[in-house]
């Protein structure tokens, strides 16, 4: 059995102007800029999808213009998740789910739904909208991923509830929401969003080699012991987990060299 999952490192969104001369190359056409970013990283989250829908052929496009094993994790549209009672929501996640993303076909991965910081916790209501969250489409596993901003959710209740259906929190690196580290899926996905644009790797190398350990320990099938927990008396089963992380602060400037540091750094350790 392996004895680790794969660790993903990778930013949010690939058309930003300021990586334009400076991660991107002079010149590059911008109808090639995923193609670059793609050859550069593991993984990408497209915030466009929160915005507005896509055409089957859109997302046909971008699994044609990334490598094999390269992964997108699609944002959830807003109109799905920014509403007063959650359990009314199956129509606006059945209208996302139906504009093609299964075109994008092993390239697909996590599907992030995102919360207000307004929305608070109401167990009943928040069940019944896992519920609505289907775990195939067109015969392709979807894996599912929520990040909610509100302290309410600083409950064991609403990580029982994230382990009965298999679906992972976010676990945010932020200066103002909650982190909620706690494992409750086959995967973990991490928003690493305290970077700064004062350094050229987002975060300084102590917080970088922190950052190390901590996701090569869930990809082990770990919890990391230095991130406090909701429930901390939960007994985690121990098996691989892939992993991902995204370098998304407020500036983003260096958010791909953030990244891609996070990669050699997971690659020399694993050498080691």
Same mark, same amino acid.
């Given at each position: ?95 996302? @789910?139906?504009? *093609? ?5 092993? !390239? ?6 995102? =919360?207000?910081?307004?929305? /608070? ?107 406090? @927990?909701?429930? *901390? ?5 121990? !098996? ?6 995204? =370098?998304?602060?407020?500036? /983003? ?20």
């Amino acid at each position: 059995m392996t004895k680790a999952g794969i660790i993903r490192t990778g930013i949010g969104g690939w058309t930003f102007e300021p990586w334009e001369g400076t991660f991107y190359p002079e010149k590059l056409p911008k109808k090639r800029q995923l193609e670059y970013a793609a050859g550069k990283l593991k993984v990408i989250e497209v915030n466009g999808t929160y915005y507005g829908s896509q055409k089957p052929e859109t997302f046909a496009k971008w699994a044609c213009e990334v490598p094999d094993g390269f992964i997108f994790s699609l944002k959830a549209s807003r109109f799905t998740t920014n509403r007063k009672v959650l359990a009314e929501a199956g129509e606006s996640i059945e209208k996302f @789910l139906g504009q *093609g993303l299964t075109e994008l076909g092993d !390239r697909l991965g996590p599907l992030l739904w995102q =919360f207000a910081p307004t929305k /608070k916790f109401e167990p009943d209501d928040f069940e019944a909208f896992l519920k609505l969250l289907p775990d195939k489409l067109d015969g392709l596993k979807l894996t599912h991923v929520v990040e909610v901003r509100h302290d309410s959710f600083k409950v064991p209740e609403f990580i029982a509830l994230l382990a009965k259906y298999n679906i992972a929190p976010v676990c945010a690196d932020h200066f103002e929401y909650p982190m909620i580290a706690d494992v409750t899926a086959d995967f973990v996905y991490a928003r690493l969003q305290k970077g700064s644009d004062d350094i050229a790797t987002c975060y300084a190398e102590p917080d970088m080699q922190a950052w190390a350990r901590r996701l090569e320990t869930w990809s082990q099938g770990g919890v990391p012991d230095d991130l406090s @927990l909701i429930d *901390g008396t939960r007994k985690v089963e121990k !098996r691989p987990r892939d992993v991902f992380a995204f =370098f998304i602060h407020e500036g /983003k400037v260096n958010a791909p060299y953030g990244a891609m540091a996070m990669r050699e750094l997971l690659e020399e350790r694993a050498r080691r």
